[in-house]
């Protein structure tokens, strides 16, 4: 027994040994890593220089630009059924045309308003008069009266030479937040904005620049400052800027914001006719033209009247449903083809005025006839 007992003893001795021995080699002392930090070489100077002038350029057409924007807010009473009339408020934005105070905005953004209130980069507040609109072109021209010292004009660029690619500036102010500027390019030129109510207005600026709610009536700027657009309208599922912003050219503005001074309006060309769509919304036949406007009535003593087109004579079926014979088709408009009712109107717009004449190719019956009109304004 004693000597299981000293066996016992010399086992556990030899184990702490080994024990020993095993601590002894752990606990030799860790290496410490090394961290290596890469830090970035600076950019030289000359690589930077372009970003500056970049920058340079932007502020220098805020400082110089924004003082000519304004804040615009429209005013007026809408009814509730349950309350009764109650005020409603809109903002929108506009700039100063020139050293008489006159202010060009959106229609949209004074529409239907009793009151109107401008107010200028340096806090001054004034009502506004509203001496003329056109709802077609989104365009509106206000009057408001201080001391010259607080009217800056914008400078009026040009949109006939404009390109895809080139940088643009808009200020505004969207959501309210005064005289924001934003950055982007021209996306596209020539663009048609379809709208719920009337014809699609043609020709317009498209840009990622952000355009958001309160940016309606703002500048559109080209890299010099100059005024190339009023931006008007964005397309957006959610109500604010996902990058597809439009503008309407300032060549146009150029065109109709005169009128707009002298008369209060702007005179619209027209034909003076109705008109279905073939294809859209009439089946053509199918040995006549596949695409062109189907003449359905004419104004007596209008342009197409007087230049000679015949509408087609409604009858009507056994059931009572229409039916229409004959009528000439209308195909180009100084050679230009015309298959909607919308090419027909951009064409006039952006290229006729009022008294301008215009070839109209028409097919009648198994006939291609050239017919001069001289257009008037529409009613």
């Known amino acids: 027994m004693r ?19 095993t601590l002894n080699l752990s606990t030799r002392p860790t290496a410490t890593p090394v961290v290596i930090v890469a830090t970035p070489t600076p950019l030289p100077a000359e690589a930077l ?13 805020y400082d110089r630009v924004s003082p000519s924007v304004v804040h615009i807010t429209s005013r007026s009473q809408v009814f509730d059924f349950f309350r009764g009339p109650v005020p409603s408020e809109g903002t929108g934005s506009g700039f100063v045309l020139d050293m008489e105070g006159r202010i060009v905005t959106n229609n949209h953004v004074i529409a239907n308003a009793e009151e109107v209130e401008v107010v200028l980069a340096d806090g001054t507040s004034a009502a506004a008069r509203v001496i003329g609109a056109d709802a077609y072109y989104d365009l ?10 607080h009217l800056h004009p914008v400078e009026l660029g ?16 969207p959501f309210g937040l005064d005289r924001t500027l934003t950055t982007g390019v ?23 620049a952000a355009i958001n709610p309160g940016n309606s009536g703002g500048p559109l700027l080209d890299s010099r400052g100059r005024v190339i657009g009023v931006n008007t309208a964005i397309q957006s599922p959610s109500g604010g800027s996902v990058g597809i912003g439009f503008a309407v050219p300032v060549d146009i503005v150029k065109r109709v914001v005169p009128e707009l001074i002298a008369q209060g309006r702007y ?8 008109s279905y769509e073939l294809t859209y919304e009439i089946t053509p036949s199918p040995d006549g033209p596949q695409k062109g406007l189907l003449i359905i009535q004419v104004a007596p003593g209008g342009p197409a009247d007087q230049a000679g087109l015949r509408a087609a004579t409604v009858r009507r079926d056994a059931r009572g449903r229409p039916v229409l014979t004959g009528g000439d088709i209308l195909i180009a408009v100084d050679g230009r083809p015309v298959a909607t009712r919308d090419d027909l109107t951009i064409y006039l717009e952006s290229h006729k005025r009022v008294g301008d004449q215009v070839q109209l190719t028409v097919v009648r019956g198994n006939q291609t006839l050239i017919l001069t009109a001289t257009l008037a304004e529409r009613g």
């Open 3 to 21: 000597r299981w007992w000293w066996l016992a003893v010399l086992a556990l001795f030899a184990l702490a040994c080994n024990a020993a021995g």
């Open 49 to 61: 220089q372009a970003v500056d002038v970049e920058e340079q350029v932007f502020i220098n057409i």
């Open 140 to 149: 509106a021209v206000l009057q408001i009266s201080v001391a010259p010292t």
């Open 158 to 173: 040009s949109s006939a030479d404009l390109h895809v690619g080139q940088r643009v500036l808009a200020i505004g102010n």
């Open 186 to 208: 021209i996306s596209a030129l020539g663009r048609t904005i379809e709208r719920e109510n009337g014809p699609a207005l043609g020709e317009a600026i498209q840009t990622d």
């Open 267 to 274: 005179p619209h060309p027209t034909l003076g006719f109705d």
